[in-house]
């Protein structure tokens, strides 16, 4: 890695906005009766796992970020960086807030199909100026993947939302 300010001054920003998204993703993440009495897959991670595994997707996506912003050469590159994030950024968050605010995993299992579409375009995007960057969001899509199946589980074992 390059540590000139070519490279810092993007790994401080995706690192601020990481803590927001996270800061987020916590605030908006309840896992208290309702979620509780929520019937869920043998499979299920245990609830400590979810921590660790996201703080660890989102260095990789922080440090994916500032490599491919700072591979970017042209201001056209760069615009599709920040869209391709910022789509994501607001799926991420949003996927939260529908199953865990509005508890309405139905709805965030539709959400989640979504979100996953935008980390694959992030691997696109991302990986197109820097080969490592895409590589780096791959474990990204994998935890997304398992998440979506473990919500598609937990619609089909508890039925009904509305």
């Known amino acids: 890695m390059n540590w000139t300010p070519s490279f ?3 790994l401080g920003v995706a690192a601020a906005v990481a803590v927001v998204v ?3 993703g916590a605030v908006l993440t309840d896992t208290g009766p309702w979620y509780d009495r929520l019937k869920k897959p043998s499979w299920k991670p245990p609830d400590w796992a979810f921590g660790p595994v996201w703080t660890t997707i989102f260095v990789l996506a ?3 970020t500032a490599l491919a912003w700072s591979a970017a050469e042209a201001a056209a590159e760069r615009f599709l960086i920040f869209g391709a994030l910022a789509i994501n ?4 968050i949003a996927w939260s807030a529908i199953f865990f605010k509005l508890r309405r995993p139905d ?5 989640v ?23 780096l969001l ?8 398992i998440a979506s199946f473990l919500n598609l589980r937990i619609v089909q074992l508890n039925g009904s939302f509305g």
């Open 107 to 111: 709805w965030a299992l539709r959400e």
């Open 22 to 24: 996270a800061i987020a």
């Open 113 to 135: 199909a979504l979100l996953w579409l935008s980390i694959l375009g992030l691997i696109v995007v991302l990986g197109s100026v820097s080969t490592l960057a895409g590589i």
């Open 62 to 64: 922080v440090i994916a």
């Open 89 to 92: 950024v607001v799926l991420n």
């Open 138 to 145: 791959v474990p990204y899509l994998a935890w997304v993947s």
């Open 8 to 10: 810092l001054w993007p």
